[in-house]
């Protein structure tokens, strides 16, 4: 374009006895710019087009990639505060977009104005040396402006990242206990405290985000800058015949649309910085690695699970809490088809037992065996399989009553299933009837968190979920100590019916809930201290008499 430029401009520059040639001229030239126009319009459009299309298929991937990674992930990593659920959401809606300030039309711009900039101090310097020389030393000052300002906007995003992640995780907290919150009536405090959060972002903010500022500014009045000094200079050429003005034209002009062109990049830096620092998040989230992978391939594949469980001399601490050990020489054993409960005081380690029989953790020394096999040996999501768990607070999905339940079973067998599958776990799970007497039966929406139904009914089609498998072991971590006593009875009932014929273990604090078990263990500091039936543990008048008499069970 600078080389038709200067042709224009020396064009023009004729007496008027020669305008009938300068019209010829400029026709020519003009025909020419018209043709450019239309090869840069088809250039462009396919250039972004392109581009745009990958920059979607970039953000779409990373999205899905990150998800699936925190699916990969075991339960330790979302211990960790720094993993929240404000965190991770951020990292999967936030960092996945802001990749795209990299991509798309503005990496089209950038190719554009790099192309333009080196194109242009070619040119300046191939028709004019001296000129092109002058007029390029500023250009390095424009480009170094340019990268300063990306790595304050960078700094800056990083900053924000954690601060935003910190509000981000008190709003997601204030949203999911809205029901306690305006109960409390602290809207207006919550409300405040978030607006702390922020604001304190925003006054950190200021002194980059000047230094920023100042920094564009310089950029921006380095194309001035270089105009006048290549005004200067070139007539100080043209004075002493050293250049024409055809070639003064043509090198000032190529230089300054090379200038503005790399102005043009950096008007891009808060993007690009934020795309930065997404790449950075991203990349540091693939870089931890789960020391326990469901979807791993590795390990042992066990086709038939009897149901034997036993634990030999576990000792554990949680990740995050390194300096409490919880599980101090722990040893049990639960043979098949037995109705094992677990009590004692809280923090005793009895719910530690259920994490590590799912397989959530790994034990610091010791060993869980099913079947007489270390359970380290084996597949995750193979193993995994074999066992049902029903938690104390039983959580459903969006979706129809089916589909919860259905998601107790592999996705490769959803499919196979029949009604009479579904039907029949609900049956044991003493839900059957009351889901079919509702309109819509089976296909009837839970809602978000299974708010459309009561307590006792979403745990019952947690309990429907997990008999749907059919596990070998059945895992009960205080499955009824959340609800009233009319939906406890109900519940009870079905987990009495879902324990035949299956290795059961049940975390219990309510006693009456476990009276009839084949054997009790009593925990009390990381360890088991008692074992027995209620009658015997009762006649040694220790920790589990305790218990029982502080429940008053002991006249019941």
């Not at 649309?257 to 998040?281: D, H, L, R, V, Y």
């Not at 339940?405 to 599958?421: R, T």
Request: proline share 3%.
């Amino acid at each position: 374009m600078s080389y038709l430029y200067g042709k224009v401009i020396n064009a023009l520059m004729v007496p008027p006895s020669l305008y009938h040639q300068m019209r010829h001229d400029i026709n020519i030239y003009a025909g020419c710019f018209i043709a450019l126009a239309g090869v840069e319009f088809c250039f462009y459009c396919i250039l972004l087009g392109c581009l745009t299309y990958h920059s979607e298929q970039l953000v779409h991937h990373i999205r899905l990639g990150t998800f699936q990674h925190f699916l990969r992930m075991d339960i330790s990593f979302f211990d960790d505060d720094a993993n929240s659920t404000g965190a991770l959401t951020s990292a999967l809606s936030k960092d996945g977009q802001a990749v795209e300030g990299f991509g798309g039309s503005t990496l089209g711009q950038v190719f554009n104005s790099l192309a333009v900039l080196f194109g242009g101090i070619i040119m300046s310097i191939v028709i004019n040396w001296r000129l092109g020389l002058v007029c390029t030393a500023c250009v390095p000052i424009l480009v170094g402006c340019g990268f300063l300002r990306l790595k304050i906007l960078s700094s800056i995003e990083e900053r924000s990242k954690k601060a935003y992640e910190k509000s981000g995780n008190y709003a997601c907290e204030g949203v999911s206990a809205i029901r306690t919150v305006a109960s409390l009536t602290r809207e207006n405090s919550v409300c405040e405290i978030y607006n702390e959060h922020v604001d304190a972002q925003v006054k950190k903010s200021r002194i980059p985000l000047t230094r920023s500022a100042i920094v564009y500014g310089l950029s921006q009045g380095l194309t001035p800058l270089i105009m006048g000094l290549g005004f200067w200079y070139g007539s100080t050429l043209m004075r002493k015949h050293i250049t024409s003005s055809y070639e003064f034209f043509t090198a000032f002009s190529s230089v300054i649309f090379g200038a503005q062109s790399a102005g043009q990049i950096f008007s891009f830096a808060p993007s690009m910085g934020k795309a930065k620092q997404a790449a950075q998040n991203v990349a540091r989230i693939f870089d931890v690695q789960p020391n326990i992978d469901s979807t791993s391939t590795e390990g042992d594949i066990m086709k038939d699970v009897v149901g034997d469980i036993e634990f030999r001399d576990v000792h554990f601490r949680y990740p995050t809490r390194r300096h409490v050990p919880v599980l101090r020489g722990l040893n049990l054993s639960v043979k098949k088809g037995q109705f094992v409960a677990l009590v004692g005081p809280s923090g005793c380690g009895k719910s530690t037992t259920i994490s590590l029989i799912e397989m959530f953790y790994r034990p610091l020394a010791g060993q869980v065996l099913i079947d007489g096999v270390d359970i380290a040996t084996l597949n995750v999501s193979n193993y995994r399989s074999h066992i049902g768990l029903v938690q104390q607070e039983p959580v459903l999905y969006q979706g129809t009553i089916r589909e919860n339940i259905l998601l107790g079973i592999g996705e490769k067998e959803n499919s196979e299933v029949s009604d009479e599958e579904v039907f029949a776990a609900a049956k044991k799970a003493n839900i059957h009837n009351f889901i079919m007497s509702l309109p819509d039966g089976y296909d009837t929406a839970c809602g978000s968190k299974g708010t459309l139904l009561s307590g006792g009914q979403k745990q019952r089609i947690a309990i429907a979920r997990a008999l749907i498998r059919n596990p070998k072991v059945l895992l009960l971590d205080e499955a009824t100590s959340a609800l009233d006593s009319e939906s406890e009875k109900v519940v009870q009932a079905a987990l009495d019916e879902a324990a035949k014929g299956r290795t059961t273990i049940a975390v219990a604090h309510r006693l009456s809930t476990i009276q009839n078990a084949d054997i009790i263990y009593v925990f009390d500091q990381g360890k088991v201290v008692e074992s027995g039936t209620h009658d015997e543990l009762i006649e040694k008048r220790d920790i589990y008499y305790q218990l029982v008499r502080m429940q008053d069970l002991e006249k019941k």
